[in-house]
């Protein structure tokens, strides 16, 4: 009975609370006041009892406020907090834990007062929007277990931070210290506290900007189970005091770009469980870091991450040492070999990832062992050989497999059934074909599968359709299925789902798709009929849509002015006719490119693509299309390639062009009907590398101004592709090179041409045209020039390509035309060029009389020998003039330098018929001055070359 008076009479003391403080109701208050809340997390703070509003902790016995936690988890800026922490947060002096991560306090300080928090234990400032230096006040908090600042923008103070970083050792309860990302670029080497951050075991300094050797103080903090340093500029090596941390489980050392080597040390580290190195550039053979791995740090460590830390050798059998494995990246290095066996002995890894490497040997069959792995990374390396059932029949985990850009070989028995459950899976590159695998049958949890160029050439079976319920990517480009496309397209239900069926035997009509699918390509199929009136609904994410190279027909349906996520739209070589749509609008912001080339299209420009804000990429050629250049195309102003060339287009060429699309890097108007004189204003064109003005009705001088084209004037070459948001889909377009009419893709960027052939141009060649010296093909035959050949052409040092033929130019051939090492193709034919041909080291490579044919006074090799004062006549030749012009570059791309290759040539020889009957008439006549000895079967039987 005492006792339990004595119980009585003690709780009676105990005042107990059930409102809150008055001051800390305000200071609440007044904190909500100066806060933006738009998701309304803040509603409940109403009314008296503030303990019980949400994000608020009171003491249950004197009601104070000891936590507030208002964090925010998101990267949606709708959810968060923002505005400024009120000053009246002061007068919560018992706050024990604080929390505002996550939030936007819209560029304030942390408050100088935060020390008024002298019970504060947690402190979570991170992500918050803090600018400022960090407050020494902080180190003031004599309690603080928990302080995490990170990913805010602090500046360094001016005593290089040793200020608030000296307070913050002194904290001997400190346990937990983040400063990751914190824009810091200052760290003290040195600190006087005998007992620095004597408690600390979570130490993260990552994603700053340090550059100064790692300081010592560091690898002082014998309590450290988690260090991180990843991310900055640290200097010089590793010290090997880092193998005294013995507690450390976690060392990050990625993205150091000045590291100079790792210690032996680090393998006594025998708690490790997770080392990260990628990105630190160790320039060393993998095999030489055996030493380290040889101690006890094989026996703990878990996870090791070497990816893009420019290893090289061979993978070494000790790897299969590291018998607690789990995860194993070895990624982006130079790596070479094989998968040795060893690896077959990591029984708890879980995931390999070795791709982008050099790895050319063989996959053991022992990674088939790996019972717990769950995913395997081996593509983009050259690793050969034939994979079978037993290399997967025990790897019952798998979720994610990737072989592709390979050689390998997937021989599978039909009627295998895999013991895994796949939701990745990519085999692009490697070969499955020819039939299609069907093992996929059972694979019904895939979201990702990329089966491109696996030379499969089966019929698409019919439970294929079925698998794609679920599928986020599908590729299945570049091999030859057969099978109809079904009317709609089931796809999984991802925020940005692509597809890619291009360059197959598809057939049937354009499918709709799912208003989630982001990326479309159906092109080089056989798919005919019209284009559905609307692809899919007004939710369409549609980013990319590709029909080109089918049999399409009809017309374009006006709902693809409605897809306002199209950033590329091509429908290309198809049998489209009628109008171009003329619906577009600003609301389609987006839209990069446009090809419409290679159809039936009739009418004039469209007025309104040039509404369209982000247009960088025009294709109309070869079409019907009529009318002048209509002054809409002002407002294009953003265009990098306009090709309307191949149409109908008549008039002049405009002076405002050059002043209103002073982006254009690609200009081509080629085969159309443009009359009048070429508008010297091209020129202020300051990024223009190709001028395609060739095969029209134009007239007058070539403009002296054309020795001024920036660009080409600069002898390096452009790398930066036209369409940069999508990497599969390079810009294209048809070009004259070569005396030829050819498809370029990809490589557009590289070319830096001018072709003004097949006009009515006069006068003499601009002697400014020698400026061009990063000019690789100019082409002005078929005009009515006269004068000279300008006498500095052998500045021209980048030219591939000089085509001056069926002109009437005039007196010697230049000395330095020989001084064009590059020149792989010329043509001078059909001009009135006299005297000796200038002798040099590419005009001996060029031995083919047809070059220089039709100028009667030239003598010199491949020409009959001058004689003393005499002017020799070239040969004369059975062939006709038309034929000599199908011919004479094609045996001229034989020379070395700027050509398109054999294969090319065999195109043209086997598929043109003129071009072959002209060939060998050719040949007849030259075939003694040619280096190469080809057979000629009867003309009975011209179809065959030998």
Known sequence: ??????????????????????????????????????????????????????????????????????????????????????????????????????????????????????????????????????????????????????????????????????????????????????????????????????????????????????????????????????????????????????????????????????????????????LDLSYSPLRTELIKLERIFSGCIRNSLEYLDFSGSELSGKLPEWIGEIKNLKSLQLFRNSIYGSVPDSIGRLSHLETLHISSNLLNGTITKSLGQLSNLLSLDLSENSLHGVLSEVHFDNLTRLDFLDLSSNSLIIEIDSDWIPPFQLEYLSLGHCKIGPSFPLWLSNQNNLTYLDLSQTDISDTMPDWFWSLTSKLNYLDLSNNQILGKLPDSLVLGDGDYVQVFLNSNKFYGGVPRVPPNVARLSLSNNSLSGQIRASISDEKSILELISFSMNKLIGTIPSSFCKLRKLHYLDVSSNHLSGELPNCWNRSSEYLQGLDFSNNNFTGKFPRSICLLPSLITLHLSNNELTGELHSSLKSCINLVTLDLSFNRFNGEIPTWLAESLNNLKILSLRSNLLSGNIPPQLSKLAYLQILDLACNNLSGPIPRSFGNFTTMKNAESSLAPVLTSFINFDDHMQLGINGMDLQYKGSLSLLKTIDLSDNNLSGKIPAELADLVGLQSLNLSKNHLTGKIIEDIGNLQQLRSLDLSRNELSGEIPPSLGELTFLGLLNLSYNELLGRIPSGNQLQALPYPSIYVGNRNLCGFPLSECGSGDKTPSPTSSIGEDEVDEIEWIIAGFAPGFGVGVSVVCWVLIFHKKTRDASFKLLDSVCNSLPFVISRQSHDNKNSLT
């Not at 016995?61 to 709708?78: A, I, K, Q």
């Not at 900007?209 to 010089?236: C, E, K, M, R, Y």
Request: aromatic share 10%; glycine share 8%.
């Open 1 to 274: 009975m005492q006792i339990l008076a004595f119980t009585i009479l003690f709780f009676n003391m105990i005042p107990l609370s059930t409102s809150c403080v008055p001051d800390e109701i305000g200071a609440l208050r007044d904190l909500k006041l100066g806060l933006e809340d738009p998701s309304r997390r803040l509603a409940s703070w109403t009314g008296d009892d503030c303990c019980s509003w949400a994000g608020v902790g009171c003491d249950n016995r004197t009601g104070h406020v000891v936590r507030l936690d208002l964090h925010t988890r998101t990267s949606n800026y709708s959810m968060k907090l923002n505005g400024a922490f009120s000053s009246s947060t002061i007068f919560l002096k018992h706050l024990q834990y604080l929390d505002v991560s996550g939030n936007d306090f819209k560029g304030s300080s942390v408050p100088p007062f935060i020390d008024s928090f002298t019970e504060l234990s947690y402190l979570d400032l991170s992500n918050a929007g803090f600018y400022g230096t960090v407050p020494p006040q902080i180190g003031n908090i004599s309690g603080l277990r928990h302080v995490d600042i990170s990913g805010n923008y602090f500046s360094d103070d001016d005593n290089g931070n040793a200020g608030w970083f000296q307070a913050l050792s002194r904290l001997s309860p400190l346990e937990f210290l983040n400063l990751a990302d914190c824009d810091l670029s200052i760290i003290p080497q040195s600190l006087s506290n005998d007992n620095v951050f004597r408690s600390l075991s979570f130490l993260d300094l990552s994603s700053n900007s340090f550059n100064s050797s790692i300081p010592d103080w560091v690898f002082a903090i014998t309590s450290l189970q988690h260090l991180d340093l990843s991310g900055n500029s640290f200097q010089g090596p590793i010290p090997s005091s880092v193998g005294t941390l013995g507690s450390l489980k976690f060392l990050g050392i990625s993205s150091i770009q000045n590291i100079v080597s790792i210690p032996s040390e680090l393998g006594n580290l025998c708690n490790l469980k997770f």
